[in-house]
């Protein structure tokens, strides 16, 4: 499977995003799909996953205000953020994989297919 990121951009504090992970070459069936996010001089770090079997897991940061989906009909995992603050500016990751075992779920290490990243600025 390949992967698209997109729906980022520039807001204020405050505002919403939703981003969206959609699949090329195979669908999301199967698999764990997850969002991850990174800023310069800092590692990936773990966003929210929407597991294969249905749950889902956020970081603590997030948990609250971001929510992550599965659109069965676009065959796309979206990442709904509400009331983003500056320091949720970072380029977001969305990456899947069919092997993630439950406590791995949060660790960038245990995907194997990412998408090319889309750029969320927070700023007034």
């Known amino acids: 499977v390949q992967l698209q990121a997109f729906g980022g951009g520039l807001v204020q504090p405050g505002e919403s995003l939703r981003l969206s992970c959609t699949a090329s070459?195979?669908?999301?069936?199967?698999?764990?799909v997850a969002w991850f996010r990174q800023v310069p001089g800092k590692e990936r770090e773990f966003v929210a996953v929407?597991?294969?079997?249905?749950?889902?897991l956020y970081a603590d940061s997030v948990k609250g205000r971001f929510t992550i989906s599965r659109n069965s009909a676009k065959d796309a995992v979206n990442l709904q953020m509400n009331s983003l603050k500056p320091e949720d500016t970072a380029v977001y990751y969305c990456?899947?994989?069919?092997?993630?075992?439950?406590?791995?779920?949060?660790?960038?290490?245990?995907?194997?297919?990412w998408g090319q990243g889309t750029l969320v600025t927070v700023s007034s």
């Open positions: 070459g195979s669908t999301f069936h199967g698999y764990t």
């Open positions: 990456a899947a994989s069919r092997t993630v075992i439950a406590s791995s779920t949060s660790s960038p290490n245990a995907y194997s297919t």
């Open positions: 929407f597991r294969w079997t249905g749950t889902t």
